[in-house]
Structures are given as C-alpha cells and as structure tokens.
C-alpha cells in the first residue's frame, strides 16, 4: 500500500511533537508567570471532592444496609 501523504518517506512522526513541546515551553509574553500555579492546585482539589463523596456514598449504602 502507497503512502500518499509523504512519498518520500522522511515524515518524522516526532518532529511535530518536538515543535509542539517547543511552543508550550516558551515563557508567555505579558507576566503571565501564576496561571501554572494556579491550574496545579485544580486536580488534587478534584481529587480531594471526589474522596469525600466516594466515602459518602460508602457509608449511605453501609448505613442503608444495616437499618
């Protein structure tokens, strides 16, 4: 089967990937410096909601089981 995207067979599949990781890496222009922080913290808040209802849920389903 032909390849008819790049038939001179020199595609590299990583080179986009580079110049992707490239463009994120740069330092934004502006002093945009604490928008990283401030994403960081998002998950483990997710994270900690998600516990505490996990365990809600556990103890209605023991507390319904046992009345």
């Known amino acids: 089967m032909a390849d008819n995207q790049n038939p ?8 986009s990937t580079q110049m992707f990781r490239a463009f ?3 330092t ?9 922080a401030a ?7 997710g994270v900690i909601v998600g ?3 996990a365990v809600a849920v556990v103890a209605a ?5 046992l009345s």
């Open 28 to 36: 934004p222009s502006g002093g945009r410096q604490a928008a990283p």
């Open 8 to 15: 001179q067979g020199n595609y590299d599949p990583a080179g």
């Open 51 to 53: 516990v505490i209802a």
């Open 39 to 45: 994403v960081s913290s998002g998950p483990r808040v």
């Open 24 to 26: 994120v890496d740069e």
């Open 61 to 65: 389903v023991v507390w319904l089981a």
